[in-house]
């Protein structure tokens, strides 16, 4: 399967929009119960670090192909929160949070699929750029 680059660079700009929606859903690192949901990641720190790694995927969006190997962190960066949240949704309830917060239990009800989904796309360019005949030798 080819991802047009097009589609590629829609791609990692949406991923940044994506993570950068943590500021919608902790309204500006303001709701306490996205934190107190998970203290060890979801810290406003955590939260400003999500925005952080938006920016990242949106600065490489049109220039992707010469950051093969970025791309690869970026992959493995979203397995990490993927498998976290997969976790956190095995051992707690999000329906707790939602009584707690609508914002917060959207946040969580969602930002794992994000996380998997985005992982998936990340390998896709990895792995389109990895074996491209076209690249130029590093």
Do not use: C
């Amino acid at each position: 399967m080819n991802i047009k680059p097009k589609t590629i660079t829609r791609g990692f700009i949406t991923a940044g929009i994506m993570n950068m929606s943590v500021l919608i859903f902790s309204r500006l690192f303001n709701n306490p119960v996205i934190s107190q949901s998970d203290p060890d990641v979801m810290s406003n720190f955590g939260l400003l670090m999500i925005v952080i790694w938006g920016l990242a995927y949106i600065s490489v969006a049109k220039t992707y192909h010469h950051a093969k190997w970025l791309i690869l962190v970026f992959a493995i960066e979203k397995l990490i929160y993927g498998v976290i949240w997969t976790m956190w949704m095995f051992n707690n309830s999000v329906a707790d949070v939602f009584d707690k917060d609508i914002m917060a239990g959207a946040f969580f009800s969602v930002y794992g699929i994000n996380d998997w989904l985005f992982f998936v796309f990340f390998v896709f360019v990895f792995f389109q750029l990895h074996f491209d005949n076209k690249e130029t030798p590093e």
